[in-house]
DNA sequence: CTTGAAAGCCGGTGGTA
DNA sequence: TACCACCGGCTTTCAAG
């Protein structure tokens, strides 16, 4: 599944709303010097061809109770689970990231909890159950960085 | 810096609009039984209590020419330049997490690339010139989950 | 990609409890 | 403080060119 070729336009609406998913499409319209329907067929081209999946507010999670953030590697016992596991790890809310990974991990995940007693309990009584071999846990004191992967269109190189 | 307490509108709210940062507040209104003005309140008022920080647009990495999600632990030459590699992290597009952890790493950050050879190069021509002592890269062949973290409000516990 | 027009939303004001 | 009703102006969305 390779990629999609994108023109400047496209790369400029998605460089304006990736940043401000409530941006009225008329502001991206003027910045792009286009007819605001133009802005929504775009959109809905990008939409239709799977490049934007949807938009999100942005909640911190510390103000909302969840204090503590993990990754935890993950070694199953039976390297066939993958699939049962990775199923199994939808149903727990605050398994938020889910990887197959290179490495000594077989699988690599990213949990938000309340504290570190709240952490504790779903690896223990959640994570565990699941068939797991053993698991190297990594808190994070604190995310410095947190954005989205530059947006950057690989235009056919012009000669100047 | 502890959370605030959100009742139950505010959950309501925060669930509805996580998911869907272009949901109209009269949408969010009509189903929490309220007028769109409280709701236009509400997430004013969360807003700026910094609980929410803002929206995004959610865009399918592969789909723009990221074929290679990774992981890296970084242990430093000198441990006292966490400031000053965070901000020449920052500086980085590729980097879109990073974060302060226990464990043998001193840092722990998070990388979209084009393809492998794209990794190695910003790996070694913009992170270790950082002065980093070494590094432990883990490749993610599949993002099998990527969602925010639950939005559950911790009630006062009401007797049935 | 544009114009144009209808439908509907956003964001403010003022009033009520 | 939190909610509601209302309104002007702007956005969104869908034709048709």
Redesign the pocket.
Known sequence: MGHHQL?T?DEQILKLIAENA????????RAC????????????KLTNLGILKGSEFVIDPEKIGYETCAYIGIYLKDPESFDSVTQALQAIPEVVECHFTTGKYDMFIKIYARNNHHLLSVIHDKLQPLGLARTETLISFHEAIKRQMPIIVETEEEEL
Chains 1, 2 share one sequence.
Not at 22 to 29: D, H, K, S, W, Y
Request: cysteine-free; proline content about 5%; overall charge neutral.
């Open positions: 023109d336009l409530r941006i009225p499409f008329l502001e991206v319209a010097n286009v007819s605001g329907a133009a802005i929504h067929q775009r959109i809905q």
